[in-house]
Structure formats: structure tokens, C-alpha cells
């Protein structure tokens, strides 16, 4: 162990990984929230911290660290992903552990925490911090700093000078996030981040031509325990108060201009109290304002009403996500989902009656689907959802039940080759009871061919490249499919004018989603010819581009 140091001459180097493929800058991402909070608490104890954020660098992973730990001597290299992200966090302490400086690693998130045995050997990080991490990772550079054994450390896990590993038992979770301060924004880059995010990225993002959203997390973990979920903060629900929450939202708009509130809570609240003194707040924010902020969150389908959605429309919500999974009562159930189809279908049509956005998923595959439930809910979506709703596979995230279920029955056979391959790729899984692989695989392809039809999709009427602003920006004159409203979004982007589709794009006047594409990508969707399309036409696209930028 090494002696004793000084918290400020202690130093941390914090890292945002890379959230999308890419070795160019790149700021169309989600915001680490959680990582800001680690990075404020460790300021406010006093160690001298730096923090990079990869996704406003160019170049490898390994250029960017070698840059960095070339600059400076650092004690501890930490980081995490707000996903899995394996592939994204092996290269960075690939790249850490090959610079002669070695600085020790911590790493947390959802990847650690669901399966710390694995990761610890796969990605030999000196720690791994589990579950919710502002206390334990003080409490870790603590003992780091002054030369001691973290055995004592509840929350981590780690091995031991005769190669051991070390778990030191759970963390009990926060139980007063009031008392959290608010996460640091402005180490993670924030600004530069917010002055570039284009209107089409997210649906958050689709009010303005200058969007400045605002993250923030209002409440922590949920008290469902769906079969499909993993919640790498624990099980327990608890909600900040809605003074505390509106203290970071006056800062921030007073800091940044905000004009959108992005509610990240996976449930922002099931009581309608809450959701009403939110609702008075922000329309007390937005009084004098010349653009009013918007914002957006995610409820529970047991718990709206008409009064409730239309103070929330009134209050400025553009669209409510909501978790609709099946609407088949068996399915629901063997999801530990304790919502019922006929609730589903009162939310939907009550919040479209209220005119406020939906953004929701109908996810096939449980153990309990069968062609008869996955028709059921195909069914409904056909008739009432008017393409609103996404249709998708559930996919098996580490830690969740339907995970489980998978390596006892053999579907997932090598935990560390499904991490590193197949997550987050969209690959679908059989873990049903009834269905054949060959069923399984038609039900896939019926729902990518529902999504093709039921989806309305439009041409812009016009699009012209935005002059004043940087590579790759539009401005694009759109026709809504469902009122009629030209609308024209400013600010889009697009990598290539002659192929590209924005998916699900809100309506500013109605509310309602719909595609936009251009003529090539309409045509190759409705003909089942991109792939033929997309490689004869890659070449000319590139030069055509070129020509006209």
C-alpha cells in the first residue's frame, strides 16, 4: 500500500466513456447524470479531480488516455457506463493499464454491479464500486489515500494480494437523497454539450430548433420489479422533494437558458400530489418567459386521469413515456407488470384526448407469450395506436429475471461473449415456453413489417442546408400526417440529405410521432430495397453530398 497523501494532492481523473462507435466528436448521446454526482462529491471532499469527457475528442480511446495520463500523474483512473458498454470500458483500461504511470481503477455502473464476478475478472479493475456510489467511492479513495484495506468498504469488490475476491456486502441505498448535492454538469462538459444538440435527436429535443435540455433525476430505482429490469441502484424507490428538485431546476435555467426538463426517473411518480405541485411549479417558472420550458416524463398507466393530464398538458409536458409491455393480461402478469390491459388503453386514448405526446414500447418474447398473447397485442396496436407505440423484443439485460432465465436454460451459454456481441444489438432471443425458434423468428418479422405500415411516414416538402450553422445542419418543412400542420424543424440534422429517417418525430402542434425520410429511404422501406439500394447508391450519395456542401 501506498502512504499517506493529502486530499489535494490526491488525484483523480474521471472519465465520460464514449456512448456511440465512433473515433470523431460526437454529442448526440444521453447525459451521464450519475456520473456528475460522483464527480461532485468528490470535489466536495477536497481531491483533486479532473474529468474528460470522450465523447467531445476525437480519436481511439487509446490516444485519448495516453494524452491525458501523459499531461498528469494520477493516482486513480474511475469510470462507468450509463449502459453496459463492456467493449467502451475494456479499451479504456486497456489504455490506462498499458501507461507507465499505472494509475489504480475504479469502476462502477450496471455492468459491475450485475455481474461483478465476471467483470472483475474480465476487466481487472483494482475496484469495482457496486450499486449506488456517492458514499461508497469517498469512503473508497479514503482508505486508497492513506494506504489502508478497503475490506471495511461496504458496496465494493475487489481482489486481494493473494488473487481472492474480496466482496464486502451491499450498501445500504441513500435514504435522504435530498441531501445529495446536485450533480456537476459543468465537470462533465455540459456547455459544450448543450449548445450543440440538434432538433430531430431526441423527442425531447423536437419543441425547439435550439433545444437546451436539461437532464435531471427526481426520484431513484422504482418500486416495480419487472422481470425485464435491472435497477444497479437497488429496489428501493425513493423520491426527491419537489422543492429540493425545483432548487437544481431554477439554477439551471438561470445558469444555462434552459428550455426543455427532461425528466430521467424510470417512474417520475404514482402520486398525483406530486405530479400536481410539479405542475404548479413550473408554470410558476415559466410566468415573463418568452419561450416557456417544456418537459417530459414517465409515468404509470394506474395513474392518470384526464384532470391530471391536462394540467400537465397546461404546464407545459409535451409527452409522457409509459411502460405498456403487453396487452395481454397473462404476459403482464408473468412480467410482475401490476398493470392491466384495460388500463393501458384508457391511458393511451386519455392522453392523446388531452393532446400530450406518447412515447411507449409494446416488448414481445416473455416466457409467457404465445402466438395467441403476441396477436392479442399485435392486434390492439393495429387498430388503436396509430403507430404511437414502438413494437420491440425483450432483450436480456444482466441482473434482470428474463437474464437469468437464459443462462439456466442454456439460450445464453457464454455470459461474456453475449456482453461483448450480442447486447444492445437488437438480437433476438426464444426464452418462451410455447413458441418455436421458427415462430419466434416470423414474429419478428410480422413486427418490423407492422412498423413499416402502421408508421406513417413523410417526405419533407422542403429541406435546405442552414448556411449559418456548421456541417450537417437543415432546415426541414414538414406536412404532419395527422393534423396537417406544416411545421418546420430548424436545426436537423442529417449525415447524408439523399438517405436518411428521423424516427418518431413529435408534431409540435398535435403531439402526435410520425417518420420522416427522404424519397430514396421511403421507397427502399416500402419496396423491402435498402439493402440493394443502400450499397448501389453508397458511392454516388458520398459525391453528391460532397457537391452540394
Known amino acids: 500500500m501506498e502512504g499517506k497523501k493529502e486530499k489535494g494532492n490526491f488525484s483523480v481523473l474521471l472519465l465520460v466513456p464514449r456512448y456511440r462507435a465512433t473515433e ?76 507507465p504511470s499505472k494509475p489504480r481503477i475504479i469502476l462502477g455502473g450496471a455492468l459491475m454491479t450485475s455481474e461483478p464476478d465476471l467483470m472483475l475478472d474480465a476487466l481487472k479493475p483494482d475496484y469495482a464500486v457496486l450499486g449506488e456510489g456517492e458514499t461508497t467511492v469517498l469512503e473508497l479513495l479514503e482508505c486508497m489515500r492513506n494506504g489502508l484495506d478497503a475490506k471495511n468498504v461496504k458496496g465494493i469488490t475487489f481482489r486481494d494480494n493473494d488473487g481472492n475476491r474480496v466482496e464486502t456486502g451491499p450498501r445500504e ?105 410539479f405542475c ?24 392518470v386521469d384526464p ?55 409494446f416488448i414481445f418474447g416473455d416466457t409467457a407469450e404465445t402466438k395467441e398473447t403476441a396477436k392479442q397485442t399485435l392486434d390492439y396496436w393495429k387498430s388503436n395506436c396509430e403507430g404511437q407505440v414502438s413494437l420491440l423484443f425483450i432483450q436480456p439485460y444482466p441482473g434482470s429475471a428474463i437474464y437469468r432465465r437464459c443462462l439456466e436454460k442454456g439460450i445464453i451459454k457464454d455470459k461474456l ?62 406536412k404532419c400526417p395527422f393534423c396537417s400542420e406544416v411545421v418546420e424543424y430548424g436545426n436537423y440534422s442529417l449525415q447524408s440529405r439523399w438517405m436518411y429517417i428521423t424516427k418518431l418525430l413529435i408534431c409540435r402542434k398535435c403531439k402526435m410521432r410520425f417518420n420522416v425520410a427522404s424519397p430514396l429511404m421511403k421507397l427502399s422501406q416500402e419496396t423491402n430495397l435498402f439493402p440493394m439500394i443502400q450499397t448501389g447508391y453508397r458511392k454516388m450519395v458520398k459525391l453528391l453530398d460532397r457537391n452540394v456542401r
Request: aromatic letters at 12%; one cysteine or more; glycine letters at 6%.
Open 24 to 99: 470523431k466528436v460526437n454529442y448526440e448521446y444521453t447525459f451521464p447524470i450519475g456520473l456528475g454526482y460522483i464527480l461532485r462529491v468528490i470535489k466536495d471532499a477536497g481531491y483533486d479531480v479532473t474529468c474528460i469527457n470522450m465523447n467531445h475528442r476525437n480519436g481511439t480511446i487509446a490516444e485519448i488516455m495516453k494524452g491525458e495520463l501523459d499531461k498528469k500523474r494520477y493516482d486513480v483512473v474511475g469510470t462507468g457506463h450509463i449502459g453496459m458498454g463492456y467493449t467502451v470500458v475494456k479499451r479504456i483500461v486497456e489504455a490506462v493499464r498499458a501507461h
Open 417 to 478: 461473449e453475449f456482453i461483448e456481441t450480442k447486447m444492445d444489438r437488437d438480437v433476438v432471443f426464444n426464452f418462451t415456453e410455447k413458441m418455436t425458434d421458427e415462430e419466434v423468428g416470423e414474429l419478428a418479422a410480422e413486427l418490423q413489417h407492422a412498423m413499416m405500415k402502421y408508421v406513417k411516414t413523410v417526405i419533407p416538402l422542403r429541406l435546405e442546408k442552414e448556411g449559418r450553422r456548421r456541417y450537417g445542419r437543415y432546415k426541414a418543412s414538414v
Open 173 to 277: 441505498p441513500i435514504a435522504d437523497i435530498n441531501q445529495l448535492p446536485f450533480s456537476d454538469y459543468e465537470g462533465l462538459e455540459y456547455k459544450e454539450y448543450l449548445g450543440r444538440q440538434p432538433t430531430n435527436s431526441y423527442s425531447y429535443n423536437n419543441q425547439y430548433d435550439e433545444p437546451r435540455a436539461y437532464p435531471i433525476l427526481c426520484s431513484r430505482s422504482c418500486p416495480f420489479q419487472c422481470t425485464f429490469c435491472y435497477h444497479s441502484i437497488g429496489g428501493r424507490y425513493r423520491e426527491r422533494s419537489i422543492e429540493n428538485a425545483f432548487q437544481e431546476i431554477k439554477e439551471a435555467v438561470a445558469k444555462y437558458d434552459i428550455n426543455v426538463i427532461c425528466i430521467y426517473d424510470d417512474l417520475f411518480s404514482y402520486r398525483k400530489e406530486r405530479i400536481y405541485e
Open 307 to 361: 384532470e391530471m393530464l391536462n394540467a400537465m398538458r397546461e404546464a407545459g409536458c409535451d409527452f409522457i413515456s409509459y411502460g405498456f409491455e403487453s396487452f395481454s393480461q397473462e404476459v403482464l402478469k408473468s412480467m410482475k407488470k401490476p398493470i392491466s390491459p384495460q388500463q393501458i388503453d384508457y391511458a393511451f386514448k386519455a392522453t392523446l384526448g388531452a393532446h400530450v405526446g406518447i412515447q411507449a414500447n
Open 280 to 303: 404548479e411549479r413550473i408554470k410558476e417558472l415559466n410566468k415573463g418567459r418568452a419561450k416557456q420550458i417544456r418537459w417530459n416524463c414517465q409515468l404509470s398507466v394506474n395513474t
